[in-house]
Every structure is written in structure tokens, then in C-alpha cells.
């Protein structure tokens, strides 16, 4: 399923100084949780494997990341991963689970890097917590 869908129609309006027919295309949001920009760097690894690599996540939401890997990961593997960012003085981090659901390998031409979406499927006791605050942080500004 596409997360956001077109539906194309007609807008018809009253007679009222208001009236006009007009063509036009209307998107729709069929994600159950909002995505956030954002540029994060993120560390990662296969949950079976002990080498860890470095990545970006280019928006995040509660129910997953749009990611930025210079490997080539199979759709359906399961990362360990951490999110780092800056919380006042801290640096600190969101850890968890997650599953990698889609890939766009195209993007390696574009970017160098290949462009992943990933779904959560655990967090760190207090994580997910930690997760809504930063996106409502970030949804702010």
C-alpha cells in the first residue's frame, strides 16, 4: 500500500460569487502516524552481527524511519539500532528494534547511499517515550 494516495476529482462550488468548477488533485495521508524531517545520525547493525556502521535518518515517525545506508540490507533483516541526538547539554539516544520494510536501491546512483524505510518493532524500556518527545520537539520548530 502507498503511504499517500491522489485522488483526482472535480471541486464544485455555489453560485454565491463562489461558483467555479475547477480540476484538481487532492493528496491523502494513509499513514497511521505522521512523518517528521529530520537529520539524525543513526548506528546500526543486524541483529545476528557484531560490526556496527553509521547512517542518517532522513524523517522519522512512531512507526518508523526513512534511512540512508551505504550497504545493501535485504528487505525483511532486522537491525539493532540508535538514533543520537542533542537533548539540551546531553547527547543521548532512542535504541530498538527495527525491520527493514522497503528499499530504494536507485538512490545509490543519486546519493552514494542506498534509501531504506524501516519499521519499529521494539524499543529500550522508555525509548518510545523518549521518541514522541524529540518528534514533538522537532514538529515545533
Avoid: C
Avoid at 57 to 81: C, F, Q, W
Wanted: glycine share 10%; hydrophobic share 35%; proline share 3%.
Amino acid at each position: 500500500m502507498s503511504p499517500k494516495k491522489i485522488v483526482h476529482g472535480e471541486t464544485k462550488r455555489t453560485n454565491h460569487g463562489e461558483s467555479k468548477t475547477d480540476k484538481g488533485a487532492v493528496v491523502v495521508e494513509r499513514r497511521r502516524h505522521p512523518r517528521i524531517t529530520v537529520e539524525l545520525p543513526l548506528n546500526y547493525s543486524i541483529v545476528e552481527g557484531k560490526e556496527s556502521h553509521g547512517g542518517m535518518v532522513a524523517d522519522a515517525s512512531e512507526g518508523g524511519l526513512l534511512v540512508y545506508l551505504r550497504e545493501r540490507i535485504p528487505i525483511g533483516t532486522h537491525l539493532k539500532i540508535e538514533i543520537v541526538f542533542v537533548k539540551g547539554l546531553e547527547l543521548t539516544s532512542i535504541k530498538g528494534i527495527s525491520k527493514v520494510v522497503w528499499s530504494d536501491l536507485a538512490a545509490r546512483e543519486s546519493f552514494g547511499e542506498f534509501r531504506y524505510g524501516l519499521q519499529f518493532q521494539s524499543f529500550h524500556e522508555g525509548d518510545l517515550d523518549r521518541l514522541k518527545t524529540l518528534l514533538n520537539e522537532i514538529g515545533r520548530t
